[in-house]
């Protein structure tokens, strides 16, 4: 019974002693910048990259230990979004995530990382972490923006915890910066022109007018054209056609009032604008031309808008 006894107390002390010398252990991180580089914020557009966060520890003997690196706003502020600013501080948000891109992931606060302590000493593992731009509108201005993460509010270091509710250790962690470059980038919709109801003998020229709509970052330049429509008729921006089956009428669209400016696809045809990062009602104006005869039906023609910037 005393021999089963000094084995226990042998193992207990054996274990006590590993236990020490892992905590003795000495840590630290280093997070890599996370660059979205070059993007575009309208709707619908996804902007994602990822980074890494290395934890290096160094002594003890073999062992768990237990690492927590915390994650602040950085200086663009916010959390859930965090900011990236430009140098005239209007902002950019974007979300940091540990597991993936993705709303599903959530936001990151912290990481914990355990370091396994080998034989003669020290230990590493590497994290990845994940970031996605969440603004989705080109009410942001093109420029560069940034938001760099420095001291422990921003980002710090806990070590020999059993998870991230425990201090632990706390060390300093070496800044690193969040960035990307806001590209112009433009959005467009557009209405539906509908001449309604027309005579089959066009002694006159019926008329409708449409919307388009055009968004685009501050300050791009931009133009807008139109394409000649669907029909394989169509002989130029002034000579649309509307088709019902082999039957046509021949129309034109217009970017004045008078309906003497064609709007054409090529430069010098089309309309020019500057973006504000708000939305631009851009009408056009339409004409079937008189003259014609038009057999019973519905007409129809699809003409592409394009946004050149």
């Not at 003669?120 to 994940?130: D, F, K, S």
């Not at 060390?171 to 806001?182: G, K, M």
């Amino acid at each position: 019974m005393m021999r089963l006894f000094a084995l226990f107390f042998a193992s207990f002390i054996a274990a006590l002693l590993s236990v020490a010398s892992v905590q003795a252990a000495t840590c630290s991180a280093l997070v890599s910048g996370l660059n979205f580089g070059q993007v575009t914020v309208r709707a619908g557009a996804v902007n994602s990259t990822s980074g890494t966060v290395r934890v290096t520890c160094s002594g003890g003997s073999i062992g768990i230990l237990g690492v927590c690196v915390r994650f602040g706003p950085g200086n663009g502020g916010g959390m859930s979004p965090r900011f990236m600013r430009r140098s005239d501080g209007a902002a950019l948000s974007y979300e940091l995530r540990s597991g993936g891109n993705g709303s599903a992931f959530g936001t990151l606060t912290e990481i914990y990382v355990p370091i396994t302590i080998v034989l003669g000493g020290g230990g590493t593992a590497t994290v990845p972490i994940y970031g996605d731009i969440t603004s989705a509108t080109v009410g942001v201005g093109s420029g560069n923006y940034e938001s760099v993460f420095s001291g422990a509010s921003d980002i710090r270091l806990s070590y020999g915890v059993l998870s991230c509710s425990l201090l632990g250790t706390t060390v300093n962690v070496p800044d690193f910066t969040v960035s990307a470059e806001v590209v112009a980038s433009c959005e467009v919709e557009a209405t539906t022109m509908d001449f309604g109801n027309i005579p089959s003998q066009l002694t006159q020229s019926p008329v409708a007018q449409a919307t388009i709509n055009v968004r685009c970052t501050e300050n791009a330049n931009y133009q807008v054209y139109l394409d000649n429509g669907a029909s394989p008729g169509a002989t130029g921006p002034a000579a649309r056609q509307l088709r019902n089956g082999i039957n046509a009428l021949t129309y034109g669209l217009f970017f004045d009032p008078g309906r003497s400016q064609v709007w054409g696809g090529t430069p010098g045809t089309g309309v020019s604008g500057v973006g504000a990062g708000a939305n631009r009602a851009i009408p056009v104006y339409g004409k079937i031309y008189a003259g014609q005869t038009a057999l019973v039906g519905i007409y129809t023609d699809s003409v592409v808008v394009t946004v050149a910037y």
